[in-house]
């Protein structure tokens, strides 16, 4: 049997990986400022991440959502006090297409509205709804066309006021990134998720906040919604929730009321996928990441900006991009390959940083280092070549 080839594959194979590094299998040491897509948010095989799953295989890894889970309880009780939602509701579920899914679901159970607002340039997953109101259509397969999902340029207010002027009884929920991770690291303004939260008061609407990328610490704040001052209904999360076991979720604000049968999932909020979910939040408590991957974001940008022949930095804490021109299109292979450095990328010519929150003074240095280094090789050969 062959693997379904979808993925165009770097000719590496990690076979380990500890805190910000991993390793290739000759041996070669790798800085990940990739994350693995955004997903390592406390450091690879934490050991306290590492202790509990261990711990907790020795005792039940599975069992259904048939019988009491006290670690469910546990985990949304630490996460309403990390993230300051206390008063909101946790639904466990296992990817982030699947929190998008039941994300819009629940709102349009909850308002019986059918159409959504999603906005230029969006990535939510790629199941039917969550794929529907992603911005790319090469991955919306027909069966997933709908007419329920409503575009609307990002960051435009005018046309955000315009479109629920003409559809407001009509829309159930609105949803969007508080920053565009796979559409290229963009911010929603501040005013423009104020304008959203007023607009959804006004039209009973439902407001969604994709947090997937963006939350779970990344931004310096728990969820990167939060720097505009209002609450979100419902908040999509997963990616840095397990650190890289499989575990997503949704927030849900007090006044969605659930009923029996509602939602549901066979693996969402196992045990073992709690017991890593709190060994995450346990380590962004106790080693003060939030806060770690503001002043980190901080500071990578500040010495990103002294760099010559990248432009445009943007992002908030550790989710950071920059536009590489067309005389470094390289500029990311050479990092890999040269001076063994993951970073992420975001069509056509955006690197993506999403590094552990955890990651070292030290080894922000070594990145930016490395990025000013194989910016003048590349530079170099094109002089000696012209
Ligand atoms: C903002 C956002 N939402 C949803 C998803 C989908 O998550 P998953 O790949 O776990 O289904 C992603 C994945 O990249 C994402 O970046």
Sequence with gaps: ?????????????????????V???????YLDMYGGHAVISIGHTHPHWV?????????????????????????????????????YQLFLLSSGAEATENALKLASFHNGKKKIVAF???????????????????????????????FCPFNDEKALEKIFAEHGGEIS??????????GGINVADEKFLQLIRSLCDKYNAVYIADSVQCGYGRSGQFFSHDYAGVNADIYTMAKGMGNGFPVA???????????????????GGNQLACAAALAVLEVIEEENLIE??????????????????????????????????????????????????FTGEAKPNVIRL?????????????????????????????AVTA
């Design 51 to 87: 202790k509990r799953i261990e711990d907790q295989l020795n005792k039940i890894a599975f069992y259904s959502n048939s019988v009491h889970i006290p670690l469910q309880q546990e985990l949304a009780a630490k996460l309403g006090k990390i993230s300051g939602k206390e008063d």
């Design 354 to 382: 999403l590094p552990s929150l955890a990651i070292s003074k030290k080894q922000t240095d070594e990145f930016l280092d490395a990025l000013q280094e194989a910016i003048e090789e590349i530079k170099n050969q094109k």
């Design 292 to 341: 770690m991957a503001k002043q980190r974001g901080m500071y990578i940008k500040n010495r990103l900006k002294s760099i010559e022949g990248i432009e445009n930095i943007r992002g908030r804490g550790l989710m950071i991009g920059f536009d590489v021109p067309a005389e470094l299109k390289d500029l990311r292979k050479k990092l890999l390959y040269d001076f063994n450095v």
């Design 120 to 150: 230029s340039k969006s990535f939510h997953g790629r199941t039917s709804l969550a794929v529907a109101v992603t911005d790319n259509p090469n991955i919306v397969a027909p069966v997933n066309e709908t007419d329920n999902v409503i």
């Design 249 to 267: 979720g949704i927030l849900i604000a007090p006044h969605i009321k659930p009923k029996h049968g509602m939602l549901g999932t066979t693996f």
């Design 173 to 182: 929920s609105v949803i969007i990134e508080g920053i565009q991770g796979v």
């Design 23 to 29: 390793w290739d299998d000759n041996g070669v040491q």
């Design 1 to 21: 049997m062959t693997l379904f080839d979808v993925y165009p594959l770097n000719d590496i194979t990690i076979v380990k990986a500890q805190g910000s590094y």
